[in-house]
């Protein structure tokens, strides 16, 4: 069979370099596969214990775990992660990831500030994401912030124009929100007029619309309408 030959092969690899990850990686594939999840993060444990640096390694346990629903082990095996790659943005947006995954509105925030501080032009959507669905005032106050640290970014994202739409809204700045949403609504459109997408870009409009209107739904399609 060709499972077996893989396996086969998988030992082989092995046998010649021990610890080979590539190796490793495809033998514990196989046997999440076949239903054995369990023995699969024992031996991701292990390796990783072996071999700290590896962060695919750890990448995949962590998601194993969060998949066991074991999410504080993962987010503890994230976080040292993170502290080995003290200059890169990509474990704190991991453990962003997690916590979304895992309905951690405040870890979210937290994580995504991490990595915004790291990489600012990379990672501003997330931060401005989790900002918004967390949805405090503070929060509010803190993606107008942002935004206004990122003006080109802003210009080339219709998500984060919409997002400041809402915070002008929910601060107060009622008219220049509605304004930010109608051009972020336009640019959606030309999005998809030009991959005849269809509806489907405008999806993300209409969920921060109806954090600015949450009761109206009429007046969503109003400003749809007038965009």
Do not use: C
């Not at 292990?46 to 969060?66: G, I, K």
């Not at 790659?85 to 995954?101: E, F, G, V, Y």
């Amino acid at each position: 069979m060709l499972t077996e030959r893989v396996r086969s092969n998988v030992a082989e690899a092995l046998r010649r370099q021990p610890g080979y990850w590539p190796a490793v990686a495809l033998g514990l594939d196989l046997g999440i596969v076949s239903g054995d999840s369990s023995r699969a993060i024992r031996e991701l444990e292990t390796y990783v214990e072996e071999n700290p640096s590896n962060d695919e390694a750890r990448w995949a346990l962590v998601q194993q775990l969060v998949s066991a629903s074991a999410a504080d082990k993962a987010i503890r095996l994230a976080e040292d992660g993170a502290q080995r790659n003290p200059d890169s943005a990509t474990w704190p947006l991991r453990l962003h990831q997690i916590a979304r995954s895992t309905g951690r509105p405040d870890e979210m925030v937290e994580y995504a500030e991490d990595a915004y501080r790291l990489e600012p032009d990379r990672t501003i959507s997330f931060l401005v994401a989790a900002l918004v669905t967390r949805g405090r005032s503070a929060d509010f106050e803190r993606v107008l912030t942002v935004v206004n640290e990122q003006p080109g970014v802003v210009d080339r994202e219709p998500y984060l124009r919409g997002a400041m739409g809402v915070a002008q809204m929910r601060t107060g700045r009622r008219n220049a929100g509605v304004q930010s949403l109608k051009e972020a609504y336009r640019a959606y459109r030309e999005s998809a007029e030009e991959n005849l997408a269809g509806l489907f870009p405008l999806v993300p409009w209409y969920n921060l619309a109806t954090i600015a209107y949450p009761t109206d739904p009429a007046a969503i399609e109003k400003l749809a309408r007038e965009a």
